[in-house]
């Protein structure tokens, strides 16, 4: 079933005209035309745009065509054409609007979020934003299809549209670093937000230890080992050097959650790159935030201690405003939780980002208490479980998508070649150097294998956080730092390319994946306050006169029902004929 409507669209020039044909089976939208007129050579040429989308044969004597009564869909031409093509005309009832409510619903849609967005010169320029438009939607979705299926995280596919879309090919003028940088802070928080209310504590508990350190030891170790390769090769200052190594140390939440889930590694391995992720973006921020401060003219460096102490003092409190944040606000939602999945859901990710909201207001780390906070509330056996963790990764997507297309409109192409050879060189200490280093001063501690040792020192993925953290001294004012953003966009793009779709292999080689893989499985139920149903349980004990009754002698209330029976430890399903015992 094929439905088609046409709307209009005001410009300078006079109106414009959108017809449009939508599959009902795929809601999608397989024929569009835009004009400055609405007669009969509108609706058919998007009608062949449809036909050209569908291919020749394909449905003849089964598609229906439905439209309303306009003299453009019931004129002869039009009727013509459907027949020729072996597509059923239908028309809805005069003066009914309801029996095409799928096109007219589209109609709105599309204006209330692109249309009434501009001001449109002609009839043409509304063509191109429409084909536009699709053409980055189609780009988001197979973006995600292609990082399926070769394992690389999709960032890379939304930062090339950013680049398409930029000043170096659709003309889009954006080089706001502090923008960028707020935006970027925005989107982590809803990226770790629904990294830690997706995340099992059961599969990360006996990794939280060699996690935490690696994330705060491990994040010292890279930092010096990448600033002394950089002061010796590239050269630079020291202080220069240090914040290069803070922004390249931090392994990306979004990156890891999306690549590693696919990848069947045993609980205690993907478990600590979880945590670690998870953890290691609140050190991170606090160095790269004090060394930037320190290079601006007239910057003072503080002792090493003073810095220690410092973030030592940021990370404790992050810690202790997220856990109390999720759990003061898990025990509030489980007392007003209500029929609303839709609400709760709202509420639980709410709670996240107002543990990163008291964090910044207290000057501790609120990338911290939000990843803590949301891991809090996403373990405490909260209803609407599936419907809320559900509603974070899609916010998640959002956000990542979002970020990534906002840092390829940042990036300038003209500029990134020349940071190419830099950016390997500091990739390449970053990954064989800095990064075995630090996770074997971090987890050796914890007696972790050496295979383990080896794939944690490979599987150190970068993303965006690095490239967002690189706008950080373009927004503090520390000089010459501009060619810092282009280093470190090649690296990310370079190194995610060689290490993501890599990880499944390696691990293999290094015999770490499991051959049965065990995943969670939530199901969603309704809510027992939205249907008005109760839950009971009764005991039946020696004396009791339930003892001997089969299930059908119980003379239950009409819509009660004996759903389980546990007996001996186990647990059954009864029948009609089931007899009940103490």
């Given amino acids: 079933l094929w439905v088609g409507d046409i709307t209009y669209i005001w410009t300078y020039s006079g109106f414009a005209y959108l017809a449009t044909l939508i599959d009902m089976c795929s809601n999608k939208v397989v024929g569009w035309a835009v004009d400055d007129h609405m007669r009969t050579g509108l609706v058919l040429e998007a009608l062949d745009n449809a036909l050209a989308a569908r291919g020749p044969g394909i449905g003849i004597g089964e598609l229906v065509a439905h439209h309303d009564r306009g003299s453009q869909y019931t004129s002869g031409r039009y009727r013509d054409r459907l027949f020729a093509e072996g597509i059923i005309p239908s028309v809805g009832h005069t003066g009914i609007c309801y029996d095409n409510e799928a096109a007219e619903l589209f109609n709105a849609t599309i204006k209330k979020e692109l249309i009434y967005q501009h001001v449109w010169r002609d009839a043409g320029e509304v063509r191109t934003a429409v084909f536009g438009s699709g053409l980055i939607m189609a780009g988001v979705f197979a973006a995600v299809r292609l990082s399926l299926r070769s394992g690389l995280p999709s960032l890379l596919i939304y930062l090339g549209i950013g680049l ?45 230890a060699p996690a935490a350190v690696l994330s705060t030891l491990g994040v010292v170790v890279s930092v010096l080992v990448v600033a002394v390769a950089a002061h010796t090769l590239l050269p630079l200052s020291w202080t220069i050097s240090l914040l290069m190594g803070a922004i390249v140390t931090s392994t990306d939440a979004a990156a890891v959650f999306a690549v590693l889930r696919n990848v069947p590694l045993p609980k205690r391995l993907s478990g600590m790159l979880e945590a670690e992720s998870g953890f290691n973006d609140a050190p991170v921020v606090i160095l790269v935030v004090a060394f930037a401060a320190q290079g601006v003219p007239g910057g003072t460096a503080d002792p090493w201690w003073v810095l220690v102490l410092h973030a030592a003092v940021e990370l404790a409190g992050g810690a202790i405003v997220g856990v109390a944040v999720g759990w003061l606000g898990g025990q509030v939602l489980h007392r007003v939780a209500g029929a609303s999945s839709a609400l709760f859901s709202i509420g639980v990710v709410a709670l996240t980002v107002l543990a990163y909201a008291v964090g910044a207001a207290v000057h501790v780390s609120g990338f911290l208490a939000t990843y803590l906070a949301a891991l809090v509330l996403g373990n405490m056996g909260l209803p609407n479980r599936v419907a809320f963790q559900s509603f974070a990764n899609a916010l998640g997507w959002i956000a990542q998508i979002g970020l990534f297309v906002l840092l390829g409109l940042l990036a300038d192409p003209t500029r990134l070649g020349e940071q190419l050879v830099p950016a390997v060189v500091v990739g390449l200490v970053l990954l064989l150097v800095a990064r075995p280093l630090s996770v074997v001063a971090s987890v050796s501690w914890f007696k972790v294998p050496w295979r383990d040792q080896l794939f944690l020192s490979w599987a150190g993925l970068r993303g965006a956080v690095p490239v967002v953290l690189a706008t950080v001294p373009l927004v503090v004012g520390t000089p010459d730092t501009e060619w810092i953003f282009d280093l470190v966009f090649m690296l990310v793009v370079v190194f995610t390319i060689v290490q993501a779709p890599s990880l499944p292999w390696v691990a293999r080689r290094l015999g770490l994946t499991e051959q049965v893989h065990s995943v969670d499985v939530d199901l969603e139920s309704t809510s027992l306050m939205e249907i008005g149903a109760d839950v009971i349980q009764v005991t039946v004990g020696a004396g009791s006169r339930l003892h001997g009754v089969a299930v059908f002698e119980l003379r239950l209330p009409k819509g009660a029902n004996v759903t389980l029976v546990v007996r001996g430890g186990e647990g059954f399903v009864p029948d009609r004929h089931t007899t009940i015992r103490h």
């Fill in 164 to 208: 398409a879309l930029g000043n170096a090919g659709a003309g889009i003028q954006f080089d706001d670093a502090s923008i960028t940088r707020v935006l970027g802070y925005a989107a982590l928080v809803l990226i770790l937000a629904e990294g830690g209310l997706t995340t099992s504590w059961a599969n990360i508990k006996d990794s939280v």
